[in-house]
């Protein structure tokens, strides 16, 4: 599934938001807050591919937010909540030219979204992906 092996491309390469300590360096911080954002949207396709090509119709002309809440129905993700704040940070990520904004993208993704990822790529294998 190519949308798949994005996201598993995209999550690699948010490994090394890790590397970095605060006070982030300006070209750092708008280089982490775009691969948080290229996370983002290569995990809510794959997701969407998954749902189509397992039968879910909903999901067909979904938005981000329609897939979000027709993948935690079908249970491949556990906290739509988390999800859903995780796609208000990818929205916001317009106005990541505001520092405040970016440094709450990257914090929050070193703290819960990039361990979200990890936890979807894990069940995509294990109960998705055949």
């Not at 983002?40 to 979904?62: R, V």
């Not at 993700?77 to 999800?83: G, L, P």
């Amino acid at each position: 599934m190519k949308k798949y092996e994005n996201f598993e491309s995209a999550l690699k390469n948010l490994e090394d938001i890790h590397k970095y300590k605060e006070p982030y360096e300006n070209v750092v911080l708008t280089g982490l807050v775009a691969l948080y954002k290229i996370c983002f949207e290569q995990s809510w396709k794959a997701m969407k591919e998954i749902l189509e090509a397992n039968g879910y119709d909903e999901s067909k002309t979904g938005s981000p937010r329609q897939v979000l809440k027709t993948v935690y129905k079908a249970g491949m993700i556990e906290d739509e909540e988390k999800w859903l704040d995780a796609l208000v940070s990818r929205n916001n990520v317009a106005h990541a030219y505001k520092k405040e904004i970016a440094l709450d993208i990257v914090r929050k993704t070193k703290s819960e979204y990039y361990d979200m990822f990890v936890q979807l790529r894990n069940t995509l294998e294990t109960s998705w992906i055949t």
